[in-house]
């Protein structure tokens, strides 16, 4: 519980520190050069390979929207036994309430901006209120942090183990978002872009199967409210003007992982379960059978 109260406060928390270390430096004396960036915790093939259930992560997936952090993060979240926390989802779960919020969002949404720092820092705040309540530990951030406002205040309340970051050209994110479809009945995400692009200008060829729905789901699919062109495109450039902060904030830590997506989830989930040193028990028996 201390710690969600410190994230509703402690927007000044990396200020302070460093107003506390130039205060701590005698007359004259310049700051301390920084320490050398830790290796990646998960690098080298000399790590040894650990069960699922051995993992206690607190993990953030960085990637533009429509990268697909949703669909990785909450494969892992499954495999490892931890809350996948999507601010994105935060986000739509307010807009579905009558808090009073939901009309202020909803414009700012529908619009392809970015939400404000504090707003998505009050609907994380509650959600981890709700997780320490019923004993969750560990976690995987998806779609927060954003800025490196609100990596700081992250920073002062807990320590990231780790960052990853997804990785996808633009013009097969703005084909896969406008192919995304949900049910309306069960809530189910699926997609009906088949996206293949071949080989050139020396970029690899990538292939990625549409995630058809049952028939019982396709009479009931709808479009979410942002996934037009002109709003995807819109959410992208400010995206890529935002991350490169964050994502530089990360790498002087040590703590960023580089995946680019080589294909839809059957190429992907494996390389990725491989780059983590994980191993999905449930997958190796599917692919024995």
Known sequence: MAAVQRLLRSSSVAAAGRRRMATSLAPGQAPAAPAAAPAFPFAGAERRRRPAHERNVQWVFLGCPGVGKGTYASRLSRLLGVPHIATGDLVRDELASTGPDAVQLKEIVNQGKLVSDEIIINLLSKRLKKGEEKGESGFILDGFPRTVNQAEILDGVTDIDMVVNLKLREDII?????????????????????????????????????????????SKLL????????????????????????????????KVLEFDLPG?????????LDVLNLEDQQEMKLAAA
Not at 224 to 232: L, N, Q
């Open 223 to 254: 479009t979410r409210d942002d996934d037009t062109e002109e709003v995807v495109r819109n959410r992208l450039r400010i995206y890529n003007e935002m991350s490169q902060p964050v994502e530089d904030f990360y790498q002087k830590q040590g």
């Open 264 to 272: 839809g989830i059957p190429e992907s989930w494996p390389k990725l």
């Open 174 to 218: 703005v084909q896969k978002c406008l192919g995304r479809r949900i049910c309306g009945q069960c809530g189910k995400n699926f997609n009906l872009a088949c996206i293949d692009v071949k080989a050139e200008n020396g970029l690899p060829p990538i292939y990625m199967s549409p995630l058809l729905p049952p028939n019982n789901c396709m």
